[in-house]
């Protein structure tokens, strides 16, 4: 149960990016028998205030992440109109669109 206060939170390591990995924190663990209970009383209690503070860094991660993924997709959207409008320019939206063909009827 010490071990588990010592790991370091993942969640803070690339909050805010859009390759951003948030991990939950690990629960802690409440043991069920009253004398393990009475023994570790206070390192569960810790680990509950651990678990909280970094379940809000969690959340700021999600949040900055969401935010990163959402605007780099404004990005690739406006790369993909781009593109069908260079691919109508040129000629060859048919040829893109082979597998979709109700992409080319819908451009028209």
Do not use: I
């Amino acid at each position: 149960m010490a071990g588990m206060a010592l790991l370091p939170s993942p969640v803070t390591a690339q909050s805010g990016s859009p390759n951003a990995v948030c991990l939950p924190p690990e629960e802690p663990y409440v043991p069920s028998d009253d004398d393990g209970f009475r023994a570790y009383a206070d390192m569960v209690s810790e680990d509950f205030e651990r678990y909280f503070s970094e379940l809000t860094e969690y959340f700021v991660c999600m949040d900055g992440t969401r935010l990163a993924v959402f605007e780099r997709a404004q990005e690739v959207s406006k790369t993909h109109q781009a593109f069908w409008k260079r691919a109508n320019d040129l000629g060859v939206a048919e040829k893109a669109a082979a597998n979709y063909p109700d992409a080319v009827e819908e451009r028209r």
